[in-house]
């Protein structure tokens, strides 16, 4: 089962609002910080990204990754995406990279990558 099945909205796909990105052979997830985690879909992908919005959402759902009992799911790589505006240095700290740009994903494949070779 794809996260695809769990997050169907024509409205947002029409706008634009890219839910997975490909980068070679790596797979990333782009999450909204106020929705609810679907940690077995999540282990298909190699990285989450974490569209930030409110500080205390956004620790709240990486604490809920990282915290989590299987290795594949509190192991995996985290980003943090925000349009606009700083980030909190608490999450910055708790993450493996941030990222300004969805079109710019050459940094967090790089970091992933290094990451997954390490384990």
Known sequence: MAIED????????ENGDQRIFEVG?????????Q???????????????IEYSRHTFT???IRSIRS???????????????SYG???????????????????LGGIAETTSLIKNRL
């Open 6 to 13: 769990f997050f169907v909205d024509d409205d947002k796909e």
């Open 25 to 33: 052979d790596l797979r990333f997830v782009k999450l909204f910080d």
């Open 86 to 104: 700083e980030y909190s240095e608490l999450l910055k700290e708790l993450v493996d990279g941030t990222l300004e740009r969805l079109s710019e």
């Open 59 to 61: 620790f709240d759902m």
């Open 68 to 82: 989590h009992e299987e290795e594949e799911v509190y192991l995996m790589p985290l980003y943090l995406y925000k």
């Open 35 to 49: 929705e609810p985690l679907q940690f077995e879909v999540l282990k298909g992908y190699d990285g989450i990204i």
